[in-house]
């Protein structure tokens, strides 16, 4: 399928546009979890642990099936999955007001409401990118913050929703207003020549040279005829050699084994034009899947690329949680609701915001070393969730709030770091599996901490835990990419032979 050119703006803003409201409608409710995280504590009465997985599904389902929304996208197109994915959001959503118990919500509000959000995310960055080529930057970092300013938003307006509708009539409005996702997928014009004409149905004597890789030598046509012919010989031949009985008359033919017999030649020749497509694409299959294998080996032998898949999965058990049990962490600590002049998510949401345009506009700096400007991310988030145990007032979680809001922002510069790391070649490859880990390190964080306040009945050791995960990453990912193990690697010269001189004695 042939595309335009990308217009890098026109109605790519419009797409710009759709897409920041649709990141903002989706991601708004999923990421200011934490308000809702109160109420269903108070309704089920189940342990911290078990119902911090609602809010970790609901952020961890979408990176961990990030390869199956990649190929939705690719195969249906950004407008279709993101009118489908719309329904998803809402219905889950409105699924999860009638929820009897913390299970029910792990299906809803967890599964159908993160899956959603997944297609939705790739959805707009894909026709974003197609969009967009040298102001690609610009229009990724301006619908990237569409889910910040939702988890600013909503964290204000569910506690709002629920203070006059209560929690079930919270979930309804909330799933209503996801509804608007269909108005933004139908905006989401595809980037396609309309001349363009449908893709042609491949003969089956052009599939040699789409599907064949292979530098074995394989049976042509005729060959495969000749073998079919020499199979309805034999066959014909043992007919005839039936003695005269019953078994050697022949049973009358049916009018299509007659047409059949008539016609024999394009029969036998469909069979094995038939037969050989399936067994090209069958090898052609195979090969794709063996060199992707062979790329995620090899991409796993990059000592930067295995630190930082260690330092992903860190960060996500680490830095998530805070988004999610800051305002417990308030309650815990005895902070009174009315010294919430604003609630602690939204802080962390306005200034995750500021994080990613900010930290984006360093990582286009051409003495910054992105890498490390990463790592140095790490190790202040890991410093900062430490000393969330210290923080007994509502000034100091609010400071720390903003803290950790503005280094999550970090996820601008990842692909950069990723890129950086593998190459522009590998790029997809490799973001696809550090998406994965991380979506595993989001869906394991919350309620690994939740555990520890169960265990302890307090937060301090879960946090001092999560810091020490995140300190942890950033340290390998800091020891892997130092400049002294390129110099070990290099090769020592080799050297140089001996030469040995002789002199032949003369003969005096």
């Not at 919500?105 to 959603?116: E, K």
């Not at 960055?125 to 229009?139: E, H, K, M, N, P």
């Not at 909503?154 to 979930?171: K, M, N, S, V």
């Amino acid at each position: 399928m042939e595309f335009q050119k990308s217009p890098d703006g026109g109605w790519g803003w419009v797409i710009v546009v759709a897409s920041f409201f649709t990141q903002f409608l989706c991601y708004g409710s999923p990421l200011a979890v934490g308000v809702l995280y109160i109420e269903w504590l108070d309704a089920f009465g189940e342990g911290k642990g078990k119902t911090a997985w609602v809010g970790s599904l609901a952020s961890g389902v979408g990176l961990l099936a990030s390869p199956v929304c990649s190929l939705c996208v690719s195969s249906f197109g950004a407008r279709p999955v993101t009118i489908f994915s719309g329904f998803l959001v809402a219905g889950g959503l409105m699924l999860s007001s009638l929820a009897p118990n913390i299970y029910f919500l792990f299906f809803s509000y967890g599964i159908i409401v993160g899956l959603g959000c997944g297609l939705l995310y790739t959805a707009t960055v894909t026709i974003t990118c197609q969009y967009f080529d040298s102001r690609r930057g610009l229009a990724l970092g301006l619908i990237s913050t569409g889910s910040s300013v939702g988890l600013f938003i909503y964290a204000a307006l569910q506690r709002l929703l629920i203070e006059f509708y209560g929690l079930d009539g919270c979930l309804l409005i909330v799933g209503a207003l996801a509804l608007n996702i269909l108005a933004c997928g139908s905006l989401m014009r595809p980037l396609q020549s309309p001349n363009c004409p449908f893709p042609e149905k491949i003969a089956p004597e052009n599939v040699l040279e789409r599907y064949s890789i292979y530098n074995e030598k394989e049976k042509s046509l005729e060959e495969n005829m000749n073998i079919l012919d020499k199979s309805y010989s034999s066959e014909d031949k043992c007919n005839s050699t039936l003695p005269n009985g019953d078994w050697g008359r022949g049973t009358p033919k049916s009018p299509t084994e007659v047409a059949l017999a008539k016609e024999p030649e394009p029969y036998k020749k469909k069979v094995v034009e038939q037969t050989y497509f399936c067994k090209q694409l069958a090898k052609r299959k195979w090969q794709l899947y063996r060199n992707y294998c062979g790329e995620t080996v090899s991409l796993f032998k990059n000592k930067v690329f295995s630190a930082l898949f260690i330092a992903i999965l860190l960060f996500d058990i680490g830095g998530f949680p805070p988004s999610l049990l800051m305002e417990d962490v308030a309650r815990s600590s005895n902070v009174r609701e009315e010294d919430l002049t604003m609630p602690l998510i939204s802080i962390i949401g306005i200034m995750t915001a500021v994080g990613k345009l900010l930290l984006g506009i360093m990582a286009d700096i051409k003495w910054v070393n992105t890498l490390y400007l990463y790592v140095a991310t790490l190790i202040i988030t890991g410093l900062a969730l430490c000393a969330i145990p210290l923080a007994k007032s509502y000034v100091t979680l609010a400071i720390l709030s903003g803290i950790l809001g503005f280094l999550t922002g970090n996820w601008s510069i990842f692909p950069y770091v990723t890129t950086k790391t593998v190459g522009i070649d590998k790029l997809a490859h490799a973001y696809g599996i550090l998406m994965f880990f991380a979506g595993l390190g989001n869906s394991l964080g919350p309620p690994i901490v939740g555990w520890f306040y169960d265990w302890t009945q307090t937060y301090d050791i879960a946090f001092y835990f999560s810091g020490f995960c995140v300190l942890l990453g950033g340290f390998i990912l800091l020891l892997a990419s130092l400049p002294c193990w390129d110099t070990c690697n290099k090769k020592l010269p080799k050297p140089t032979p001996t030469t040995f001189f002789y002199k032949v004695a003369s003969n005096v």
